[in-house]
């Protein structure tokens, strides 16, 4: 029989979170080396948890309260494969086409700074992840001003010239 639950998951202030599917114990190390490489000065915490053998949460990073988070979101969802990442001081555009290409990784399911709905779904062996909703549902269409706002936010912020 399989079950269904959501998981909550409200960012904390100010961060990122890039949540995703890998295969090897090997993910958690190759992650660190990623973010390490590319935003040396992010703060960040990198969690990962085992499907078999000893079917830990591993983890990384440099900042005690984003790894409690990251091992904590990992531990509601309970499913084997998953890997968190949380970045404070830092974007997913630094990192994720770096991440994308990291060998053990097979899938991003998320790279946001919105409230993250994990949609689970439990079977005897453990859970899965079937998707993710992530922040809320639209309110509108765009309009000239909102455009507007749109292209300054990204130039102010250096993503665009």
Same mark, same amino acid.
């Given at each position: 029989?399989?079950?269904?639950?959501?998981?909550?998951?409200?960012?904390p202030e100010n961060c990122n979170v890039i949540l995703g599917y890998s295969h090897f114990i090997?993910?958690?190390?190759?992650?660190?080396?990623?973010?390490?490489t590319y935003i040396p000065s992010a703060k960040y915490?990198?969690?990962?948890?085992?499907?078999?053998?000893?079917?830990?949460?591993r983890f990384e990073g440099n900042d005690n309260d984003l790894i409690s988070f990251a091992n904590e979101s990992l531990r509601k969802i309970a499913a084997g494969h998953t890997f968190m990442i949380v970045l404070r001081g830092a974007y997913?555009?630094?990192?994720?086409?770096?991440?994308?290409?990291?060998?053990e990784v097979g899938r991003i399911l998320a790279a946001t700074a919105n409230p993250l709905t994990v949609l689970v779904f439990k079977t005897p062996r453990g859970n899965g992840i079937a998707g993710v909703a992530d922040g809320f549902s639209p309110l509108g269409v765009e309009n000239e001003d909102h %455009?507007? %706002?749109?292209?300054?936010?990204?130039?102010?912020?250096?993503?665009?010239?």
């Open positions: 029989m399989v079950e269904c639950e959501t998981v909550e998951l409200d960012i090997k993910t958690v190390e190759d992650l660190n080396e990623i973010i390490k915490a990198i969690s990962f948890s085992e499907a078999s053998g000893d079917r830990l949460i997913p555009i630094q990192v994720l086409n770096q991440i994308k290409s990291c060998q %455009k507007n %706002k749109r292209k300054k936010l990204l130039r102010d912020i250096g993503y665009k010239s």
